[in-house]
């Protein structure tokens, strides 16, 4: 069993950044593959970017590449969203999730595990 408790949205203006940590309590947390979903108001959650128990594989959705970076620290069982010029469109509640395998890529259903949720607002 993994818990994950994200943290760092907030609002922010267009062309900003923010930082999002999502922090992992439970198993040995390298074994798991992470990614990022965002759930928009009256969108279905999409995915954003994953990343493989080891760090070696990453995979972003179209919008957010050259912007958004996945990074996860082993040692400190956490992982990181830093977005960068950000857009109105990125607002939305940023998931963080968890997969009992080394990679999970986009595949929404293989993740089992999920945390709450954190806002992230961008003002035009």
């Known amino acids: 069993q993994v818990q994950l408790v994200e943290s760092g949205g907030g609002l922010v203006q267009a062309g900003g950044s923010l930082r999002l940590s999502c922090a992992a309590f439970?198993?040995?947390?390298?074994?798991?593959?992470v990614g990022w979903f965002r759930q928009a108001p009256g969108k279905e959650r999409e995915f954003v970017a994953a990343?493989?128990?080891?760090?070696?594989?990453?995979y972003y959705t179209d919008s957010v590449k050259g912007r958004f970076t996945i990074s996860r620290d082993n040692d400190k069982n956490t992982v990181y969203l830093q977005m960068n010029s950000l857009k109105p469109e990125d607002a939305a509640v940023y998931y963080c999730?968890?997969?009992?395998?080394?990679?999970?890529?986009?595949?929404?259903?293989?993740?089992?595990?999920w945390g709450q949720g954190t806002q992230v607002t961008v003002s035009s």
């Open positions: 999730a968890a997969c009992a395998r080394e990679y999970c890529g986009n595949y929404y259903y293989l993740y089992a595990y």
């Open positions: 439970g198993r040995t947390f390298s074994r798991y593959g």
């Open positions: 990343r493989s128990g080891s760090g070696g594989t990453t």
